[in-house]
């Protein structure tokens, strides 16, 4: 098959003719028609360039039209009178200059205020327009094709003119195009009707001048008649193509606000990156306590985006409008800026007129409208954005006041426009960011979190008081369901049962145990009993650590003393402590320190029951309460064993140690507890332990006055609000882990010499739980820990004989300086050990110390003895730490044969 076979089946067929000026009429008249009904129902779209372009697509709706006519006419012979469409084809003509100084008119009316009549088009068209209206009135008019072919044939004007006509109508378009374009660099346009004209320029006028001269160089080319099917093939191909070219122009325009149809630049489509960074910017500014947290997320949000530079968002906020902890006293060049930018706006005419009516001001679309339709308000939008030097002004106006505004910088996005759905979304932002700036101005967020943070610890500290309460509550309550008071007689140097009850209070026969702590205290008594003939009563505690009241009478004859045994009472345990009791509000602890596990395992582990000890017993019981934070001021020996203790009767799970060292900047050990930025700290790629660690562990921050004026404020802001930020980071994490502390500086001193930061120390201050140094303390409350201590060795040790030190003795111990309660233990053992020859004690205490026996539960059974034979709980605890009998059996001082028996009884393999 021929080409020219090919181009007569297919483009040049006079059907594929018709239906390409069909679709090109059809496409023209809608857009038209959708024009006219934009115009009808928007008051604001400009009028003069709508009735231009309608003008120039109603022209070219009747040239296609005109088409049509004479493929119907010569192809399908419909009836129609020459004559006629002779008159209705010159009159195509004349619109077609029409069209062209239309179009003109537009191109020009686009770069001119108020689309300005530009004289030069008029002269320019003007001949054309005369001449074609004289041959539609006075031209010749010839009845059929043959009369009209043969008069073309001739020399005459119109037909010498008729090749011509398009190059001109070009002419007329670009010269006045030309003139414009040249004039525009030197006057502010908008950048939106630059935009514009290219788009008109580039996708619709050169596109069309080019297909027009192409189609006129074909016809001279051919220098001849055409043939029928070639000229439809042209005309057909190029009608297609100049109607695309229209229409895709036409949409490009209109994205633009042409005609001002649109209040914003269209939308290029829907944007899913802002719905996924909108959902994560929300919990930053949820978290946000001041200025330089808002204005970092806002700069990282407007920039992620909306695809903007690098640093040409800013946030300027009214200062009054913040709280005095957002207000730094050493400002940054940013929020000097800032502040500068702000004190502009609020100076600024157009703020007085209101600028709570308009929600946003973006440069592009306030210019657009002030080229066509000059207003004072629109002129001092523009003089404000200059003055900011601004491309988008975004008010935050929170109660009818603006106390922010957001800010881009010109040129932050040089090549795109800000759509209707980009403008949407920055008024979406700056409503919250108002509902924020609002709350940080009655400083509600710092306090709603402090509050927060306060009442997660005060009710956990009320849960633990009321589960020590109950715990008290039941032991009482199951003592009186089974009330036993027992009865012994002493008489003739004899202790005689006379009740059951007694054999089950006390579990010991004292006329062969004279060395047993409930032996020695029953004598006691006794002997007070005898030597002033009155009653009396004494407290004691057994090697299982529950107490006993034992009150003495003598008979009525006189000879024997009666001894009456029952668990005390919850008053009887008050009035012990009440008298050495500073506070006396503090009754219900001490209670808890008798009548609780946790105060059980206190009392086992920290000797003395002078007011000192409990004092300190009572602050340490307390401190155990709830997630706060301590502040340990305790002799280093004694640290490591307070920790286990608090360890174990607080909600702790987990207890992880660590030590800061002197630094010159950021050091390990405080990467390793808050983390650090990873950029910046590329080397540490370990997470902080506040995020690792579970919730209720304690974390022991030793020499906590080494940290960092950087990490002193980290920790400052984890214990007010739960939260903690990495090093170098505004990143927030939540953390649920108890913080311990000890330092041996004193904090005051630093804090004078603004070395240590005077809020953390405060913080600090209102936990403390403080125990002077053994040779600091009161010369009676070294003798009374001296003496428990005795004790506790009696009840744990059972020695052979009754002993105990005399004041030379003490005095020996308190002459070698001890500093803490371990080295006071560690050398009454050693003085016991030489004055009773039994050497085995040396030898637990080392088994105790090979064993690592800071575990409270450990100490507590070492204290019970072989009656921690009787707790399967705590046979179970011993065999998981220590794993083999020998070592249980010499710890309890029990054959191995008998803890034998008590493992397999209770399944422990």
Not at 268 to 283: A, C
Not at 670 to 685: C, E, K, R, T, V
């Given at each position: 098959m021929?080409i020219?076979?090919?181009?007569h089946?297919t483009?040049?067929?006079?059907?594929?003719?018709?239906?390409?000026h069909i679709?090109?009429?059809l496409?023209k008249g809608l857009?038209a028609?959708?024009l006219?009904?934009?115009g009808?129902s928007?008051?604001?779209?400009?009028k003069t360039?709508?009735?231009?372009?309608v003008i120039?697509?109603t022209?070219?709706f009747?040239?296609?039209v005109?088409?049509?006519l004479r493929i119907?006419?010569?192809?399908w012979?419909?009836?129609?009178d020459?004559?006629?469409?002779l008159?209705?084809m010159?009159?195509?003509?004349?619109?077609?200059t029409?069209?062209?100084q239309a179009?003109?008119?537009l191109v020009?009316?686009?770069t001119s205020?108020?689309?300005?009549?530009?004289?030069?088009?008029?002269?320019?068209g003007?001949?054309?327009?005369i001449i074609y209206?004289?041959f539609?009135?006075?031209?010749p008019?010839?009845s059929t094709l043959?009369?009209?072919?043969?008069?073309?044939q001739?020399r005459?004007l119109e037909s010498f003119?008729?090749p011509w006509?398009?190059?001109?109508?070009?002419i007329?378009i670009l010269?006045p195009?030309?003139l414009?374009?040249?004039r525009?660099?030197r006057?502010?346009?908008?950048r939106?009707?630059?935009?514009?004209?290219?788009s008109?320029?580039?996708?619709?006028?050169?596109?069309y001048?080019?297909?027009?001269?192409?189609q006129?160089?074909i016809h001279?080319?051919?220098m001849?008649?055409i043939?029928?099917y070639?000229?439809n093939?042209?005309?057909?191909?190029?009608?297609?193509?100049?109607?695309?070219a229209?229409?895709?122009c036409?949409?490009?325009?209109?994205h633009?606000?042409?005609?001002?149809?649109?209040?914003?630049?269209?939308?290029?489509?829907y944007?899913l990156?802002?719905?996924?960074?909108f959902?994560h910017?929300?919990d930053?500014l949820g978290q946000?306590l001041?200025?330089?947290?808002?204005?970092l997320?806002?700069r990282t949000?407007?920039s992620?985006s909306f695809r903007?530079?690098e640093r040409?968002t800013?946030l300027?906020?009214?200062?009054h409008?913040?709280?005095?902890?957002?207000?730094?006293?050493?400002?940054?060049y940013?929020?000097?800026l800032?502040n500068r930018?702000?004190?502009t706006?609020y100076?600024?005419?157009?703020r007085k007129?209101?600028?709570s009516?308009?929600?946003?001001?973006?440069?592009?679309?306030?210019?657009?409208?002030?080229?066509?339709n000059?207003?004072k308000?629109s002129?001092e939008?523009i003089n404000?954005l200059?003055?900011l030097h601004a491309d988008?002004?975004?008010?935050?106006?929170?109660?009818q006041?603006?106390?922010g505004i957001?800010?881009i910088?010109?040129n932050?996005r040089p090549?795109?426009?800000?759509?209707g759905?980009e403008r949407?979304e920055?008024i979406l932002f700056?409503?919250?960011?108002?509902?924020i700036?609002?709350a940080l101005?009655k400083?509600?967020i710092v306090?709603l979190?402090?509050?927060?943070?306060?009442a997660?610890d005060?009710l956990?500290i009320?849960?633990?008081e009321i589960?020590?309460y109950?715990?008290?509550l039941?032991?009482?309550?199951?003592e009186?369901?089974?009330?036993?008071?027992?009865?012994?007689i002493?008489?003739?140097?004899?202790?005689t049962?006379e009740?059951k009850?007694?054999r089950e209070?006390?579990?010991?026969?004292?006329n062969?145990?004279k060395n047993d702590?409930?032996?020695?205290?029953?004598?006691?008594?006794t002997?007070?009993v005898?030597?002033y003939q009155a009653?009396?009563?004494?407290l004691?505690?057994q090697?299982?650590?529950?107490k006993?009241?034992?009150?003495?009478i003598?008979?009525?004859?006189?000879?024997s003393v009666i001894?009456i045994?029952?668990r005390?009472?919850?008053i009887e345990?008050?009035q012990k402590?009440?008298?050495r009791?500073?506070?006396p509000?503090?009754w219900?602890?001490?209670?808890?320190l008798?009548?609780?596990h946790a105060?059980?395992?206190?009392n086992?582990?920290?000797?003395?029951s002078c007011?000192?000890?409990l004092?300190f017993?009572?602050?340490?019981f307390k401190?155990s309460?709830g997630?706060?934070?301590?502040?340990?001021?305790?002799?280093s020996?004694d640290?490591q064993t307070?920790l286990?203790?608090?360890?174990?009767i607080?909600?702790?799970?987990e207890l992880?140690n660590?030590t800061?060292t002197p630094?010159?900047?950021?050091?390990?050990?405080a990467?390793a507890i808050?983390?650090g930025?990873?950029l910046?700290?590329?080397?540490?790629?370990?997470d902080p332990l506040l995020s690792?660690?579970?919730a209720g562990?304690i974390?022991?921050i030793d020499q906590?006055?080494?940290?960092?004026?950087?990490?002193?404020?980290h920790?400052l802001?984890f214990?007010?609000?739960g939260?903690?930020?990495?090093?170098?980071?505004?990143r927030?994490?939540?953390?649920?882990?108890?913080i311990?502390?000890s330092t041996?500086a004193?904090l005051k001193e630093l804090?004078?010499?603004?070395?240590?930061n005077a809020?953390?120390h405060?913080?600090?201050?209102?936990?403390v739980?403080r125990?002077q140094?053994f040779p600091?303390?009161?010369?009676e409350?070294?003798?009374n820990?001296m003496?428990?201590?005795v004790?506790?060795?009696l009840t744990?040790?059972?020695?052979?004989r009754?002993?105990?030190?005399?004041d030379?003795?003490?005095?020996?111990?308190?002459?070698?300086?001890?500093?803490?309660?371990?080295e006071?233990?560690?050398?009454i053992l050693?003085?016991?050990a030489?004055?009773?020859?039994?050497p085995d004690?040396?030898?637990?205490?080392?088994?105790n110390?090979?064993l690592g026996?800071?575990?409270p539960d450990i100490l507590l059974?070492a204290?019970?003895?072989?009656?921690?034979?009787?707790?399967?709980?705590?046979m179970?605890t011993l065999?998981s730490t220590?794993?083999?009998q020998?070592?249980i059996?010499?710890?309890?001082?029990?054959?191995r044969s008998?803890?034998?028996?008590?493992c397999?009884?209770?399944?422990l393999q």
């Amino acid at each position: 098959m021929s080409i020219s076979s090919f181009i007569h089946m297919t483009i040049g067929s006079d059907l594929v003719h018709l239906g390409a000026h069909i679709f090109a009429a059809l496409v023209k008249g809608l857009l038209a028609i959708g024009l006219l009904y934009i115009g009808l129902s928007k008051r604001k779209t400009f009028k003069t360039p709508l009735i231009l372009l309608v003008i120039v697509l109603t022209c070219m709706f009747y040239e296609d039209v005109i088409w049509i006519l004479r493929i119907l006419r010569t192809v399908w012979h419909i009836a129609l009178d020459y004559k006629i469409y002779l008159v209705l084809m010159r009159l195509a003509w004349v619109m077609t200059t029409i069209r062209f100084q239309a179009l003109a008119h537009l191109v020009t009316g686009l770069t001119s205020r108020g689309f300005k009549a530009n004289r030069l088009v008029y002269i320019l068209g003007a001949p054309l327009t005369i001449i074609y209206a004289y041959f539609l009135f006075f031209g010749p008019m010839h009845s059929t094709l043959s009369q009209r072919g043969a008069y073309m044939q001739t020399r005459n004007l119109e037909s010498f003119l008729m090749p011509w006509i398009t190059l001109y109508s070009i002419i007329c378009i670009l010269i006045p195009l030309f003139l414009s374009i040249r004039r525009m660099p030197r006057h502010n346009f908008p950048r939106l009707v630059k935009k514009q004209l290219f788009s008109l320029v580039g996708f619709y006028i050169i596109p069309y001048a080019v297909l027009e001269c192409v189609q006129n160089a074909i016809h001279f080319m051919l220098m001849g008649p055409i043939p029928n099917y070639i000229d439809n093939g042209i005309s057909g191909l190029f009608a297609i193509i100049s109607t695309l070219a229209l229409y895709i122009c036409t949409k490009r325009i209109f994205h633009l606000r042409f005609l001002n149809v649109k209040k914003n630049v269209s939308p290029s489509g829907y944007r899913l990156e802002f719905v996924r960074q909108f959902r994560h910017v929300l919990d930053r500014l949820g978290q946000a306590l001041h200025y330089l947290e808002l204005n970092l997320v806002t700069r990282t949000f407007f920039s992620e985006s909306f695809r903007l530079q690098e640093r040409t968002t800013s946030l300027c906020v009214d200062p009054h409008a913040l709280p005095e902890s957002s207000n730094l006293t050493e400002q940054s060049y940013d929020q000097l800026l800032a502040n500068r930018k702000m004190q502009t706006f609020y100076e600024s005419e157009h703020r007085k007129l209101g600028l709570s009516k308009a929600s946003i001001l973006i440069r592009d679309e306030i210019e657009f409208d002030h080229f066509y339709n000059p207003i004072k308000s629109s002129q001092e939008s523009i003089n404000l954005l200059d003055e900011l030097h601004a491309d988008v002004l975004i008010p935050i106006i929170h109660k009818q006041r603006t106390i922010g505004i957001i800010v881009i910088d010109h040129n932050a996005r040089p090549n795109k426009f800000f759509d209707g759905h980009e403008r949407d979304e920055m008024i979406l932002f700056a409503g919250y960011m108002a509902k924020i700036i609002g709350a940080l101005e009655k400083n509600n967020i710092v306090e709603l979190m402090r509050k927060e943070k306060d009442a997660r610890d005060q009710l956990a500290i009320r849960c633990q008081e009321i589960e020590h309460y109950r715990e008290s509550l039941l032991s009482f309550i199951g003592e009186r369901d089974q009330r036993r008071i027992g009865i012994i007689i002493y008489r003739y140097k004899k202790f005689t049962f006379e009740n059951k009850e007694a054999r089950e209070l006390i579990d010991i026969d004292p006329n062969l145990h004279k060395n047993d702590i409930i032996a020695i205290a029953l004598n006691a008594v006794t002997q007070q009993v005898e030597q002033y003939q009155a009653p009396v009563q004494k407290l004691i505690s057994q090697s299982n650590s529950e107490k006993l009241h034992i009150k003495g009478i003598c008979s009525m004859d006189k000879k024997s003393v009666i001894l009456i045994i029952h668990r005390p009472e919850a008053i009887e345990l008050v009035q012990k402590n009440m008298s050495r009791l500073r506070n006396p509000a503090d009754w219900n602890h001490a209670l808890y320190l008798e009548t609780t596990h946790a105060g059980r395992m206190i009392n086992a582990t920290i000797p003395g029951s002078c007011q000192v000890m409990l004092t300190f017993k009572i602050d340490l019981f307390k401190a155990s309460f709830g997630s706060g934070v301590i502040l340990l001021d305790v002799p280093s020996q004694d640290t490591q064993t307070v920790l286990n203790l608090l360890q174990q009767i607080s909600v702790g799970q987990e207890l992880h140690n660590i030590t800061i060292t002197p630094p010159d900047s950021e050091t390990d050990q405080a990467l390793a507890i808050f983390g650090g930025h990873p950029l910046i700290y590329a080397h540490n790629n370990k997470d902080p332990l506040l995020s690792t660690l579970r919730a209720g562990s304690i974390l022991f921050i030793d020499q906590v006055h080494n940290l960092t004026a950087s990490a002193q404020q980290h920790l400052l802001e984890f214990l007010e609000y739960g939260y903690f930020c990495p090093l170098r980071s505004d990143r927030k994490i939540m953390s649920d882990v108890k913080i311990i502390c000890s330092t041996h500086a004193d904090l005051k001193e630093l804090v004078k010499q603004k070395k240590f930061n005077a809020r953390l120390h405060q913080r600090l201050d209102e936990s403390v739980v403080r125990l002077q140094s053994f040779p600091k303390l009161p010369i009676e409350a070294q003798h009374n820990i001296m003496n428990h201590i005795v004790e506790q060795l009696l009840t744990e040790t059972a020695p052979n004989r009754l002993f105990s030190l005399d004041d030379v003795e003490m005095q020996k111990i308190l002459d070698r300086h001890p500093t803490s309660l371990k080295e006071v233990q560690s050398l009454i053992l050693k003085t016991i050990a030489l004055k009773t020859d039994n050497p085995d004690l040396l030898d637990q205490q080392r088994i105790n110390e090979q064993l690592g026996l800071n575990n409270p539960d450990i100490l507590l059974a070492a204290r019970l003895g072989k009656h921690a034979l009787k707790d399967p709980k705590l046979m179970n605890t011993l065999w998981s730490t220590l794993r083999s009998q020998t070592k249980i059996a010499k710890l309890l001082g029990v054959n191995r044969s008998s803890v034998n028996r008590r493992c397999k009884e209770y399944s422990l393999q």
